[in-house]
């Protein structure tokens, strides 16, 4: 079973700036396979990236994803008041799903 | 538009089974897979399993293999979750979610149902 690896647990920031948030892979896995989630209480999670850089529709282009292998990052480039939540990456090995344990986003 | 719909909260004594639905609309049932994740109280998303509402096939996590039956209904569009053997370990917000033929993220959510588990 792949794992995920988030890095850092928790990110204090404040709106405006820049976040980096890293998702490593206990093996090398394809891009096609590597998804970005921000999930707020209350609420389920909603789909940002997939397909380890590709913006899902209606997402703000602030949010960016790059990387391959086993090291990918989800950018948010100024963060707005709405972007302090909890972020997940997740990956397929085709045949089964698992997700990072989350980067928590909070207002410095 | 896409919807999953999932049925309410439920309060389970320890032993008991669960049973939760997830009714989906506004796109071919048979085109996305059905994968459910749960969210236990202050901890990350955990996927269990999926099921394929074309044939019906299903993959469980190796946690749950035993305990969890995953079906679906293609008549009413909807996918039911059984968790059998309930401890308080199995309180969380359990989620539905699709994702299309070919693609490996989740396209749509449910709203999530609550269970708690407690004698």
């Known amino acids: 079973e792949i794992v995920l690896t988030q890095s850092p647990g928790t990110l204090s920031l404040s709106p405006g700036e820049r976040a980096t948030l890293s998702c490593r892979a206990s093996q090398t896995i394809s891009i096609t396979y590597l998804a970005w989630y921000q999930h707020k209480p209350g609420q389920a999670p909603r789909l940002l990236v997939y397909?380890?850089?590709s913006r899902a529709t209606g997402i703000p282009d602030r949010f960016s994803g790059s990387g391959s292998g086993t090291d990918f990052t989800l950018t948010i480039s100024r963060l707005e008041p709405e972007d302090f939540a909890v972020y997940y990456c997740?990956?397929?090995?085709?045949?089964?799903?698992?997700f990072g344990g989350g980067t928590k986003v909070e207002i410095k | 538009q896409v919807q999953l719909v999932q049925s309410g909260a439920e309060v389970k004594r320890p032993g008991a089974s669960l049973k939760v639905s997830c009714k989906a609309s506004g796109y071919t049932f048979t085109d996305y897979y059905i994968h459910w994740v749960r969210q236990a109280p202050g901890q990350g998303l955990e996927w269990m399993g999926l099921i394929n509402p074309a044939g019906g096939s299903t993959t469980y996590a190796q946690k749950f293999q035993g305990r969890l039956t995953l079906s679906r209904d293609t008549s009413t569009s909807t996918v039911y979750m059984d968790l059998s053997s309930l401890t308080s370990e199995d309180t969380a917000v359990f989620y539905c979610?699709?994702?299309?033929?070919?693609?490996?993220?989740?396209?749509?959510w449910g709203q999530g149902t609550l269970v708690t588990v407690s004698s």
């Open positions: 997740q990956q397929s090995d085709g045949s089964s799903f698992t």
């Open positions: 979610a699709n994702v299309q033929g070919g693609y490996y993220h989740y396209a749509h």
């Open positions: 397909g380890a850089f």
